[in-house]
């Protein structure tokens, strides 16, 4: 497959999804959005991932590029049925692209936390072979909403009713990460809006505190994105030929 990842972040990568790309001979494309990147045409991708990212998905005036960018992933989703991946910002923009929508968590999630399948997601494609219960990272201070019409929520928790969502058998999204590297909380803590978020979650000492979760729960995640990713890809295949 050649994949077109829109990225927002420099340090907000596909992080170990990487490896299973590179590894199975896919090649991807890297749009860094938010430093004014030209979104390319999509006639000869395979799909589309969009990542995580600081900024919320109604900062039209502050970026104005989210704008292109939310018509971009309807006209790849809606209209081509290209497949879809999308983490975080993406799981956000997805909702907002196709009708949903997207406001300030009631509840602000940051840490090593638990999510469930719902009997939905538990029977579905993406999360196959995911135990019922399971932790992850959580870095958001938003969330869906309201979900689009024709979207099925996957996973969800106490504090965000939407962790994961599909649209058909086109789209898939996460609210949260499993793509976790050893690197990923200490180049994450230098955004700021994510060290505001962890130091008022957390504390003065959350980049640690959270650093060594994720390094105990290392193996674990990476078990679980490696199986998100073998069904993602049984999902497109899906997509492409129906």
Not at 86 to 91: A, R, S, T, V
Not at 205 to 229: M, P, T
Request: charge should be negative; proline fraction near 5%; hydrophobic fraction near 40%.
């Amino acid at each position: 497959m050649k994949l077109l990842i829109l990225q927002h972040e420099r340090v907000e990568h596909a992080g170990s999804f990487r490896q299973y790309l590179t590894e199975d001979g896919h090649t991807w494309d890297t749009v860094h959005i938010n430093e004014g990147d030209a979104l390319p045409a999509l006639d000869g991708y395979d799909g589309l991932w969009v990542l995580g990212g600081p900024m919320d998905v109604w900062q039209e005036e502050q970026h104005p590029w989210l704008v292109a960018e939310k018509q971009f992933i309807k006209e790849a989703v809606e209209e081509r049925g290209l497949p879809y991946f999308g983490l975080c910002l993406g799981h956000q923009l997805l909702a907002d692209a196709l009708g949903g929508t997207v406001g300030p968590s009631d509840t602000p999630e940051i840490g090593v936390l638990d999510v469930q399948l719902t009997e939905v997601g538990a029977n579905g494609v993406l999360l196959d072979g995911l135990p019922e219960s399971f932790p992850c990272l959580q870095w958001h201070s938003a969330e869906i909403k309201t979900m689009p019409p024709g979207a099925l929520c996957l996973a969800t928790s106490p504090a965000c009713a939407v962790q994961a969502m599909s649209w058909g058998n086109r789209a898939y999204s996460l609210q949260f990460h499993l793509e976790v590297e050893p690197d990923t909380v200490n180049n994450w803590k230098n955004i700021p809006a994510y060290a505001e978020a962890l130091t008022a979650a957390l504390g003065s000492g959350g980049a640690a505190e959270l650093d060594k979760d994720c390094s105990e729960q290392a193996e674990l995640f990476s078990s679980l994105s490696e199986r998100v990713y073998i069904n993602w890809l049984q999902t497109s295949a899906k997509s492409v030929s129906s």
